[in-house]
């Protein structure tokens, strides 16, 4: 079945202990940072040699960055992070646990996961882009939705509630604006601790698909009213 309605892919994109970049230091970039954070990432930034963020200097004492290097972007950055495996794998070789924690190692420290482009120069942030794409890089680049892989959008965070609106870049304050007006209603509306709620409910899931595994039982699904 189609439709007529089209829009991007909304994901909860898992960056936990993953390196990402962000290249820039001013409001933008510091939003960028703020929600890398919030999602446990391991962050590096290019500053660049102009003006940068009070806060995200803040950041930096407080050692929340892997790098961070004061001075303009190089080519180079996109590849700073240190290769150090040689072995290629057959694909058919790729079947036992040693060989995928290898891999995983591999993938999450030997690359960026993601690029957040967050400079003024249209010149510089285009060549960032191609040169991301040349390299396989996920990239995003601030204000200029053709030339991103994926959108940050307006973000509700409470841990384990998450919401995410966006406009596909068209425009983001009406997304800020959207977004406060769910997040009043959600308090408005709903009665103690949403958050702590959804946590229980996750242990609780958990617990029904261990004991139906240990009783090499089919998994059932439970319909909540």
């Keep these: 079945m189609t439709s007529d309605i089209k829009g991007s892919l909304l994901l909860a994109w898992q960056v936990k202990q993953k390196h990402c970049l962000v290249i820039g230091s001013g409001d933008v970039a510091l939003s960028r940072i703020n929600h890398l954070i919030i999602a446990q990432a391991k962050i590096s930034v290019i500053t660049g040699s102009g003006h940068i963020h009070p806060t995200i200097l803040q950041l930096n004492d407080q050692h929340q ?49 993601i690029i957040c482009c967050c400079i003024d120069d ?26 991103c892989d994926f959108y940050f959008g307006s973000m509700i965070n409470e841990q384990n509630f ?33 958050n702590f709620a ?8 958990l617990k029904l698909r261990q004991l139906k595994l240990q009783n090499n039982h089919d998994l059932i699904t439970f319909k909540f009213t």
């Design 162 to 194: 998450q919401i995410l609106i966006s406009t596909n870049g068209k425009s983001p304050r009406f997304s800020k604006i959207l977004k406060d007006l769910i997040y009043k209603g959600i308090n408005d509306n709903v009665e103690g601790d949403l």
């Design 65 to 113: 960055f892997e790098h961070f290097i004061t001075r303009d972007y190089q080519s180079s950055d996109l590849s700073m992070l240190k290769k150090t495996s040689t072995h290629e794998f057959n694909l058919d070789d790729i079947n036992n646990e040693e060989v995928y924690n290898q891999i995983s190692h591999n993938f999450n420290h030997e690359r960026f996961e």
């Design 122 to 147: 249209y010149q510089l942030s285009t060549q960032i882009y191609y040169q991301c794409k040349y390299l396989h890089l996920n990239c995003n680049i601030a204000d200029k939705p053709l030339l």
């Design 198 to 205: 959804i946590e229980n409910l996750g242990n609780l899931r």
